[in-house]
């Protein structure tokens, strides 16, 4: 009967030219209603018609500057200045993670279109895209992992440091909050579309405990992780 | 003939729902479904003056989601409709008969059909997206049906809700 009803009230007209076990069938498969928030698109359509804004226009010209000028000065990957924003090279054709790390099967078994290799702070970051989709990374001698595509907020543990994801469509920052009430925001390695993910890797401090981790955008939080227990 | 950013609105919060199933064929998830519809209706909000006004607005802007949903997929494969909805349904394990009885229709067929009751696209939206006159999408569709409805058994036990297979 619901069902029904809603055919009638004209929010799935087309099934109403269905035999009725055909379109309860179809029905019976639909998914529970979604966010269906406009003021995103609106925020993406203008980040696709950057030219739109004079400012932003100046933004993107002065942007493409800094790139050329870094090209030039710097072929070497490693920056090593724990910037927010990092040098960014492509380094292999395969998703390289060389001998040594213990993840090497997924170098074998991940087709990749793009290896890059980042630099935040000493660490360095390999970032794949992978053929079919998502992407892998890999923090050079600590976390790693494969995501079709960035949550908001994923994070792993170690007693020492706190690695995770972000997502850069929908997070602009990252607090790591302690048991004593400080906070630290580390700092994020942003790779663009189609990765379109914020990445970080933070030293915990002697003598610190976190409390959580918190994602957010402008203020706004978009995903809490709590610390686990040890 | 531009298409209006209202007129882009209205589309998208009438017809959010008929997107994301539809898509969802592409992405593989209700969830990345969502994050392409938002992505095309962003590009064809940035392309609004680029629409001619020679088909309907939503097959207009169905071509861009699926170009974006594709995008997201591959960037570098070759694509075409009918090969995006290779598993009958977006999560073939809830109704596998379902399922198994769409994959066993046409290429075109099951994408015909498909846009027709998974995506709620009008005669007239489908024959623009697929390049195929209306008498054409009317016939797939029937006999779509009819070979879905075949598949799953007869009439009277489709009625009732039960299978006889």
Redesign the interface.
Known sequence: MTHLRLIRGGSRPNLAELEPGLRDRILALDEPAGREDWADVLGRSRSLRPWASPLRLFALLAAAAAIVVGAGVSSGLRSGDGSSVLAVSRVAPEFDLGSEAAVGGIASSTPVTLSMQLTAGSHALYVSKKKGGGFCYEWADEAHGCLLRAAPLGVAWSNDRVVGTVSARQVSSVEVRFTDGTMVEPSISWVARPISTGFFSYAIPPGKTVAFVIATDHGLSRGRVPWYSV | MAASREEI?TL??EH??GF??GLAALTGS?E?A??VV??G???A??QRRQFRGDGPLGAWVWQIALRAAL??????ARWSLEDVLEEG?V?PA??PE?SEALRALPPRRRLVFFL???A??SYEEIASVCGITEGTVAAS?NQG?AA??AA?GD?E??????TTR
Do not use: C, K, N, T
């Open positions: 609105e998208y919060r959010y729902l994301r199933r209700y990345a969502h994050d938002q992505e209706f962003a590009r909000l940035a995008d997201e997929r591959d960037r570098s349904l999560e809830r109704d379902l027709r009751y998974f709620d696209m569709i049906r879905v409805v799953l009439p036990a489709l009625r009732e809700g039960v």
